[in-house]
């Protein structure tokens, strides 16, 4: 594998939760060519155990295992399996996060008459339960995994926890309040861990990806017929100083870096945006 930057993790045992999706299933194959041991943990555990079989396959050391960041009971017995065949975790990833529909507005503005419309999902039509899960999701998860995991941690040096927040953070995307208020409650978290932790010698920072072209969001992205951007990605488009999307590739370097203690030792409670720039442009 090429990496963009060379580190030395070896024998550093790395947690990822969220370990199934894209961005953290290459989070996991790099980090483990660093020599880490790698545990990923998703609530589908059968996907969690296909990629650690694939790291293993490349010469890594990975595990795969189920867990759901919603119930503590879950996360501890995942973390004692870890303890168990990988040892104490070094670093934690906090990469479960995602959103729902209903947590989210068919428009980006109010328009006079939307309550009444019964095909318009509009503010006041937010799901209650919808929009508590966004934040149970993104927030809670990180939270409780954090409780979990960070106890094996304690009095030792070296470690670290690296969350995933968003460029939603930085400036709320039209349409999505639960999940740009979810993030911005992350990236909040991490300073405050970072602070709460820093006599414990634990660094606890964070990565805020921008727009990333993956399975999961590509058909709101892109066009199924054309292949063309679609309305809402031509927005995002002209609105990245950049002027393409991101790759999972652009953002292993900015993690690699967190990860060592040797290059980021004195690196504690920021939030690093990697969005091209689309959080630093006003448009005009």
């Not at 155990?49 to 009971?73: M, P, Q, S, T, Y």
């Not at 937010?126 to 960070?150: R, S």
């Not at 995933?164 to 999505?176: C, D, E, G, V, W």
Request: glycine letters at 10%.
């Amino acid at each position: 594998m090429s990496l963009p930057v060379n580190v030395n993790l070896q024998d550093k045992v790395v947690v990822i939760t969220g370990g199934a999706a894209v961005l953290c299933a290459e989070f996991g194959r790099v980090l483990a060519a660093c020599g880490a041991r790698v545990a990923l943990l998703d609530l589908d555990r059968e996907a969690a155990e296909r990629h650690a079989a694939e790291i293993c396959r490349h010469g890594g050391a990975a595990i795969g295992l189920g867990a759901n960041v919603l119930d503590k009971a879950s996360l501890q017995t995942a973390a004692q399996q870890v303890l168990t065949l990988l040892g104490p975790c070094d670093l934690l990833i906090n990469g479960a996060g995602g959103n729902r529909p209903k947590g989210s507005t068919d428009k980006e503005f109010y328009e006079t008459g939307d309550l009444a419309d019964a095909e318009v999902l509009s503010f006041f039509d937010l799901d209650q339960k919808d929009i508590e899960f966004v934040f149970n999701l993104n927030f809670l998860g990180t939270l409780l995994a954090t409780q979990v995991f960070a106890q094996q941690m304690l009095s030792r040096s070296g470690c670290a926890i690296i969350n995933i927040s968003s460029m939603n953070a930085f400036r709320p995307l039209t349409k999505i309040p639960a999940y740009s208020g979810a993030k911005a409650a992350v990236s909040n978290f991490t300073q405050w861990l970072a602070v709460h932790f820093s006599r414990q010698h634990i660094r606890v920072n964070a990565l805020a990806p921008g727009f990333f072209l993956t399975p999961q969001n590509q058909h709101l992205l892109v066009d199924q017929h054309s292949g063309a951007p679609t309305a809402r990605a031509q927005q995002i488009l002209d609105h990245t100083p950049m002027g393409r999307f991101g790759k999972v590739a652009d953002l292993t370097g900015s993690l690699l870096w967190l990860a060592s203690e040797a290059a980021s030792g004195f690196v504690n409670g920021v939030v690093i945006p990697i969005d091209g720039g689309f959080a630093a442009y006003s448009g005009v």
